[in-house]
């Protein structure tokens, strides 16, 4: 059985805890979420089933062992024979969390960032760089149920609030202009034609403008994922015809089969809360869409060399049963792109898994993305994505 999928959001509160706990949790549907505020930020973890936030109880682990100091770390854990997890840990924060079935798959993107492993007893080989730290003891094991994800039921607006607030504002601007137009009007002397300057961006905006406008792949793939896992439940009489990207969003096709009920469609939707509201269409049409929030906010400040993480990348594609073709390379300046065009013949919700896993490491947007069924639970896939890094 698949591990729940644990979804983690971070923004700074700038003294505003409560506001901004707020803000993060209007931007999932799950019903299971855990809040922790470290220094200047509130993380929220989220998930659709009851576990803990793993990664926030290692961090006082490590900090209680006095194991982090200035420097970023990653903390890599064996937690079954075929479950890795890993941990990034930037400036006292949780800032990403990932799986792979492999250590050597959990690294295969790392660069060069302090890293500790977990070392409990299983037959593989650390690599040299890499620190070995101890097992939880008892005690601290025993502290790991205060960070359990509780079920937190939706609020909803009242609807009665937004028309307030719709007429607020149209009477503030009725009489801002009101306001205007008694005002004298002032006489505008034209000055004489002079050349315009050109604009001159400093050398890494272009970098930071990209990265801004890009959609993670990581992202998307997630999204692609749980739509595959609910697409898995659906009724008799009910069947998915597509997963593609459209927009901002992550979009799953649904069609009614001739002998198929709308009751029991129905019937399916509730048994589906935390989706439901994402459902549209008809008696023999139903799509789901998953929004995509713009941007790679980890790679705003920092970038990683291209090389050799673009044939590293191109390379694990590969040998996960990828079809890669390079179409395009960009090299401005001070910065330079990839993208490839990728098809794999059918991939399963764990593979899946283990593809969003690989691109939660790197600075890689996803531009374009189609999955059509092969059976009930196997996929093709067809993707286009970029990889950005510095020269």
Known sequence: MMKPIMELYALPHQGQIKRVTRTLKKRTALAYQYVAVRGDWVCLYASEAPQVAR????????EGRGLLDARDTTLIEPLAEDEWQGVLI???VVRQIWSAPSYSHLTANLDDTRTLVVDTGGEWTIEGQHDCIAPPSDEELARLSQYRLTSHAPRWKKPVLAGAVVVSVVGALIAGQAWHDHQPKSTVTPKANAPAKPITLPPW????LAINDA??????????LISAVTLATLPSGWKAESI???GHAVTASILREPQGLVIVWSQWLTQHPALAAQFTGNSD???LSIAINAGLPRWHKRAMPLHPTDARLQDT???LGAVTTLSHESTPSTWQSKTW?????GMNVAELSQLASLFDALPLSMEALTLTPVNLDTWSLSFTITLYGGL
């Open 205 to 208: 905006m272009h970098y930071r």
């Open 215 to 224: 959609l993670s792949a990581h992202q998307v793939i997630q999204g692609a």
């Open 90 to 92: 930037e400036e006292g």
């Open 244 to 246: 593609t990207l459209q």
């Open 317 to 319: 594609l590969v040998q």
């Open 341 to 345: 065009q990728v098809t794999h013949p």
């Open 55 to 62: 990664s926030e109880w290692w961090l006082d682990v490590l």
């Open 285 to 287: 049409t139903q799509t």
